[in-house]
């Protein structure tokens, strides 16, 4: 399959769009619930492609669901069901969104991104390199690129309409979401990170970072929302292969942006497109994290 077969932009008719995102088209259900659908788009310097990846969609619409499943005890979600068949009309009729989408809760939704970090890499491997520290966190001097820290750390950051998020320190995450909530989202993402990255490298993957998203509900309650632990908003590492000191071979986009950094494009729009081999390529990364994850081949 090439990338010019899969879905580009979602439509239900009796459906309102109220967010057409990088990724996921979200639409309204009703006053209590939203559908989001996983698209096969990808961004990178903040820019959309006009190429899709083949079957990257249903990736991080499958894989949010296996770990929204197995943090359930950990921290309560969003999530009302991925199954097609169990949503209403009009939803279930139209089948181009079977196994990318899902039936979620309203939230009122944090705006930050809460990040853990368990390796020094990204940008916050940049901010070490220039003040040594990282999002306010002092970190032993002389360490190299990609090592392991000692502790998971919490570098929040600001969620960005457009462009790019920016890191933030601990105070200015209080002072955005209040000190009770900064303290239980700090926590809850530590543990969330810990559980899953010690799960992860029992089946070979290194979660080197990665971001969470909350709500609260109308009910008052905070809940995980959008996705979760997937190779679009985690840095995912061959633990066979990891070696610190240089960049990692990755199961994520980081692919799509080093190609795209061999090009002569200034990173603003409109983006290039990619050669089929290129989207194919990352596709099958995405594909082969999800197996490695889940231990099943994904439901096409």
Avoid at 107 to 112: D, I, K, L, Q
Avoid at 169 to 178: A, C, P
Wanted: charged share 25%.
């Amino acid at each position: 399959m090439t990338a010019a077969s899969t879905v580009f932009e979602s439509d239900i008719p009796g459906l309102s769009l109220i967010h057409r995102g990088k990724v996921r088209d979200v639409y309204e259900v009703d006053e209590k619930r939203l559908l989001l659908v996983a698209t096969d788009r990808i961004s990178a310097f903040d820019c959309i492609l006009p190429t899709l990846i083949p079957h990257k969609g249903k990736v991080l619409t499958q894989l949010s669901q296996f770990w929204f499943d197995m943090l359930a005890g950990v921290v309560d979600n969003h999530v009302i069901t991925t199954d097609l068949d169990r949503m209403p009309e009009p939803i279930r009729g139209v089948e181009s969104l079977r196994g990318r989408s899902t039936l979620v809760r309203r939230t009122e939704v944090f705006p930050t991104e809460c990040v853990v970090r368990g390796y020094l890499e990204g940008s916050g491997w940049k901010d070490y390199k220039a003040t040594g520290k990282t999002s306010g966190h002092d970190l032993p001097k002389s360490l190299q690129q990609c090592d392991r820290l000692f502790d998971p750390i919490f570098t929040p950051a600001t969620k960005a309409a457009t462009g790019h998020d920016e890191n933030i320190t601990g105070l200015e995450f209080k002072n955005i979401v209040g000190a009770e909530t900064a303290a239980l989202l700090k926590s809850t993402s530590l543990k969330i990170y810990k559980t899953a990255a010690a799960y992860a490298l029992t089946k070979g993957i290194i979660i080197a970072d990665t971001k969470f998203e909350f709500g609260r509900d109308g009910d008052g309650n905070i809940l995980l929302i959008d996705e979760v632990l997937t190779p679009d908003s985690s840095r995912f590492w061959d633990a066979k292969t990891y070696e610190p000191g240089h960049a990692q071979p990755s199961f994520d986009k980081q692919f799509v942006r080093e190609y795209l950094e061999t090009l002569d494009w200034d990173k603003t729009p409109p983006a290039p497109p990619l050669p089929d081999e290129i989207a194919e390529a990352t596709s099958a990364r995405y594909l082969e994290a999800y197996r490695l994850l889940t231990g099943s081949e994904l439901t096409q």
